[in-house]
């Protein structure tokens, strides 16, 4: 039987400057600077720990998908759920039984860090059920390494950080791998401005953005390639970002939003998007910048209203059919907490739900 069910949660992020110099090569090479804005939309995670022998059972609710096997040593390769099998396999014992539960606010290829804010939950969620204690940035640091190496994909590491620390923070990504994560001092009317203006729209378009690593790397790897000149132009918008957002300097802030836009889509053709342009053109000039969200080619799309102006930005991209959502900073980063356990009944419906 369960004794309780642990939860947690953890925020996805927006990367208005400096996304993609935290990954492999230039980060290894360079070191990169990203700014990144936890946000109020989140990654969940539960845990139940079971009897001995009733095995592990991993259900995702959003998706409607789940998987079970004997042991966590024993989960089968692949889909479904690749993602939170490997964090299983990396942290639940062999021998022990449990239900592990998840979902999400964001859809996925959103470009708002999901993988990233789920891993984070995830490890969290276990450690919990588990007495294990990390900090945040071990959370993170555990997280990314379970998606990088683990499951091998591409990427940095700003999404499992921001997610964890949560805030407005510039995160130093070093040539030996590390993050040193730097809390922005953003004056308070500055930071209320950015959450008023700002919105986040998705046209429907999803992204994928191992896809997009891989694209990335092969420009970057190309002699006389523009990637590396637009690698270096984020890394150097991300760190005037940060003075401008200290600094309560607004038009510094947009400057260097439209900017990293810009050296983001020079990146690589596939990360821009002609949903997002068409978008934009259906904004016209009810906007003062905009940013696409992670690695591009489609998901969110960050931008900013006029003074006066946001209400009219809705409307435009509601009557465009997207979905629009506000920009909320989450402050808290990666929370657990403990929950009565589901009832028999609830544990026999997720056994039927799986399969």
């Given at each position: 039987m369960t004794v309780s069910r642990v939860c947690a949660r953890a925020p996805v992020r927006v990367d208005p400057a400096g996304g993609g110099t935290d990954a492999p090569p230039f980060v290894t090479e360079h070191g990169g600077f990203v700014v990144n804005f936890g946000v109020e939309r989140y990654a969940y995670a539960a845990v139940?720990?079971?009897?001995?022998?009733?095995?592990?059972?991993?259900?995702?609710?959003?998706?409607?998908?789940?998987v079970t096997a004997d042991s966590s040593d024993q989960l089968p390769d692949g889909d479904p759920l690749e993602f939170v099998k490997a964090f299983v396999r990396r942290l639940v014992p062999a021998g022990e039984s449990l239900v592990l539960t998840t979902e999400a606010d964001v859809p996925p290829g959103s470009g708002l860090g999901g993988s990233g804010a789920l891993g984070v939950a995830v490890v969290a969620a276990l450690d919990r059920a588990f007495g294990q204690e990390r900090t945040a940035n071990e959370t993170a640091a555990l997280a990314n390494e379970i998606e990088r190496h683990d499951l091998g994909y591409p990427g940095g590491s700003q999404d499992s950080f921001g997610s964890a620390l949560g805030g407005m923070n510039l995160l130093e990504h070093r040539h030996d791998g590390s993050t040193v994560p730097h809390r922005l001092r953003v004056p308070t009317a500055t930071r209320f401005e950015i959450e008023r203006s700002s919105l986040?729209?998705?046209?429907?378009?999803?992204?994928?953005?191992?896809?997009?690593?891989?694209?990335?790397?092969?420009?970057?790897e190309t002699e006389g390639s523009a990637t590396r000149t637009a690698m270096f132009q984020l890394r150097e918008s991300a760190q005037r970002m940060a003075k401008a957002l200290e600094g309560g300097d607004i038009a510094g802030y947009l400057n260097e939003l439209n900017s990293s836009c810009d050296s983001l889509y020079r990146l690589h053709s596939s990360c821009d998007s002609e949903a997002h342009r068409e978008l934009l053109r259906g904004l016209g000039d009810s906007i003062l910048g905009?940013?696409?969200?992670?690695?591009?080619?489609?998901?969110?799309?960050?931008?900013?209203?006029?003074?006066?102006?946001?209400?009219?930005?809705?409307?435009?991209?509601?009557?465009?059919?997207?979905?629009?959502?506000?920009?909320?900073?989450?402050?808290?980063?990666?929370?657990?907490?403990?929950?009565?356990?589901?009832?028999?009944?609830e544990i026999a419906r997720l056994r039927q739900a799986v399969g």
């Open positions: 139940e720990r079971l009897g001995a022998g009733e095995g592990v059972m991993i259900y995702a609710l959003d998706l409607e998908r789940g986040l729209i998705y046209p429907g378009a999803a992204h994928v953005s191992g896809d997009i690593h891989h694209d990335i790397r092969a420009a970057y905009r940013k696409t969200c992670g690695a591009g080619g489609g998901g969110f799309l960050m931008v900013h209203s006029r003074p006066g102006r946001r209400a009219e930005c809705i409307r435009q991209a509601e009557a465009g059919g997207a979905m629009v959502w506000p920009l909320t900073i989450d402050d808290r980063g990666v929370v657990s907490w403990d929950e009565p356990p589901s009832g028999p009944e």
